[in-house]
């Protein structure tokens, strides 16, 4: 590795990141802005995704009929400027598919995030010191915070914690 890449670092876009700590230290050392950057942009993507502001001759969401792991086009849109490319297939590489490869192309694509999710709570599994037997032998780092924390009632935002919140809002 170069010295780029190893240890700590002072230069955008890798100021703040910690050498030699576990991916969940790595989130708990994001300032709280960082992440409500990161949520309010996968929110962003998410709502559009979904069909927000479109009619329906633009998209039909997979409940109502609509083909499921369809992202609408984003090419052209923007609140300030037309964005250039789209998020899915900016090139258009993928045009030239029959229906029958666009097809496989989604269940092979549904398939692989399934996959992906599993393993991602199998290593956050391993990192709270579970076994999970074929990753009980990687060297996980473990992980002593509690990755669940946004979705307790002692999750701190703020400095305060949304039970004493509640607490004081009932008063």
């Known amino acids: 590795c170069t010295d780029l890449v190893k240890g700590e670092h002072s ?9 030699d700590v576990s991916p969940q230290e790595q989130w708990d050392n994001i300032p709280l802005w ?10 962003m993507l ?3 995704g979904e069909g927000a502001g479109m009619d329906e ?22 609140a300030v400027t037309p964005l250039p490319l789209d998020l899915f ?3 258009g590489i993928l045009k030239t598919q029959s229906p029958e490869e666009k097809e496989r192309g989604r269940r092979v694509e549904i398939n692989n995030g399934r996959g992906a ?8 599994s391993v990192s709270k010191g579970l076994v999970v037997p074929p990753l009980d032998l990687l060297p996980i780092p473990k992980y002593d915070g509690d990755v669940m924390v ?3 009632n002692d999750f701190s935002f703020f400095g305060h914690t949304f039970n004493r919140v509640i607490d004081w809002g009932s008063r």
Not at 11 to 19: E, H, M
Not at 58 to 67: I, M, N, P
Request: net charge positive; aromatic share 18%.
């Open 11 to 19: 230069i955008a876009p890798y100021k703040g990141f910690v050498a």
């Open 34 to 43: 960082g992440k409500l950057q990161i949520f309010t942009l996968i929110g």
């Open 46 to 48: 998410e709502s559009y």
């Open 57 to 78: 001759s633009e998209y039909v969401h997979y409940t109502k009929g609509g083909l499921p792991g369809f992202y609408p086009s984003i090419k052209g849109k923007g």
């Open 89 to 91: 297939d900016p090139f």
């Open 117 to 124: 999710m599993l393993g991602i709570l199998a290593i956050l």
């Open 150 to 152: 946004p979705f307790s």
